[in-house]
C-alpha cells in the first residue's frame, strides 16, 4: 500500500530518491487516468475512454486509458516490468511523486513504500542552499501541469455530457462471446453527428473536439489490448510448463514486437 508523505527540508534533508527502473509499480492496474494534454500521444497507442465518478449530488465523468481486461492485470507492463507501448501516461511518469492537494495548496509528496528513498544513492532532494533540486523542480513542473490540464479536462467531460455525447462502450473479451460493460463510457458517434449547428459550435469553443476525435480514434488500439492479452496468456502457459523467463531462441514467446 502506498505511503505517501510530504516532501520537507525536516524530513528529506539528508535523503536521496531513486528513479524506478520497472514499471512493476503499475503492473495492477487496468485504468489510468489521462489528461487532455495527452490525448495526441496516447491515442496512437492506448484506447481511451471515459468512466463515471460521483461527485457529491451528481455523476461526473473523467478520462482514462484502458490498460486491461481483468481486474488487477496491466498488460502493457511485461513480466520482467518493460512498458509495452510507445507512449507512457503522465501519471506513471511522476511515479514515486504525488502533487497532493492542502489547504489550497499543492504539496509535493513521496510513496515512502516505493523503495525508491535511499540515504545514500541517488539524487538529492535539495541542494547546499537548501533549495529544490533541479531535478525535483522538474517533477513538481510535470505534476502541476497534469493538475492544470485535469481541470481542462473536466471542464470538457462536463460539457460532452451535457451534450448527451457520452455513452457506454460495450467491449468484447478475447476468449468470450458477446459485449461486456466493464464500466468504460465512449463518445456517441450518432448523436454527434445530430448536433444543432449551435450545440456542435458549443463544443468546438470548449476545447472538446480534439478529445472527441482522440477518443473515437482510440479504440482501434483495443486490437492491440488483445494482442497483449494473449502474449500473457502463452507466457503464464510456458511458465506453467517449467520454461522459466522469457526464451530467446527460435520459436520463444516474447514481447519485444508488440512495443
Known amino acids: 500500500m502506498a505511503d505517501y508523505h510530504a516532501i520537507s527540508k525536516q524530513t528529506h534533508a539528508d535523503k536521496r530518491w531513486q528513479r524506478f527502473r520497472s514499471y512493476q509499480f503499475a503492473a495492477a492496474d487496468v485504468l489510468v487516468a489521462l489528461v487532455v494534454d495527452e490525448f495526441p500521444k496516447a491515442m496512437m497507442n492506448l484506447p481511451i475512454g471515459f468512466v463515471q ?3 457529491q449530488d451528481q455523476k461526473n465523468f473523467s478520462t482514462v486509458a ?3 481486461f481483468s481486474q488487477g492485470k496491466n498488460l502493457f507492463v511485461a513480466p520482467d516490468g518493460r512498458w509495452l507501448s510507445g507512449y507512457v501516461p503522465a501519471a506513471f511518469r511522476a511515479y514515486p511523486f504525488l502533487l497532493a492537494a ?7 509528496c513521496i510513496d515512502h513504500s516505493s523503495g525508491l528513498v535511499a540515504d545514500a544513492e541517488g539524487e538529492i532532494f535539495f541542494d547546499e542552499n537548501g533549495e529544490p533540486s533541479q531535478a525535483i523542480t522538474d517533477i513538481l513542473a510535470l505534476l502541476g501541469k497534469i493538475a492544470e490540464s485535469k481541470e481542462a479536462t473536466q471542464r470538457i467531460c462536463d460539457v460532452l455530457q451535457q451534450h448527451n455525447l457520452i455513452q457506454v462502450w460495450p467491449i468484447t473479451l478475447p476468449g468470450t462471446e458477446g ?3 466493464l464500466g ?3 463518445i456517441d ?3 454527434l453527428n445530430l448536433l ?4 456542435f459550435e458549443e463544443i468546438r469553443q470548449a476545447g472538446a473536439l480534439p478529445v472527441v476525435y482522440c477518443q473515437l480514434l482510440s479504440m482501434q488500439n483495443l486490437a492491440r489490448v488483445n494482442e497483449l492479452s494473449k502474449a500473457h496468456t502463452e507466457h503464464e502457459k510456458s511458465a506453467q510448463t517449467s520454461v522459466a523467463g522469457f526464451l530467446e531462441d527460435e520459436g520463444s514467446l516474447n514481447f519485444d514486437n508488440l512495443e
Open 179 to 181: 459485449e461486456q460493460n
Open 189 to 191: 458517434e450518432a448523436a
Open 196 to 199: 444543432s449547428s449551435e450545440a
Open 66 to 68: 484502458l490498460l486491461g
Open 53 to 55: 465518478q460521483d461527485s
Open 102 to 108: 492542502q489547504d489550497d495548496q499543492k504539496i509535493l
Open 184 to 186: 468504460l463510457y465512449r
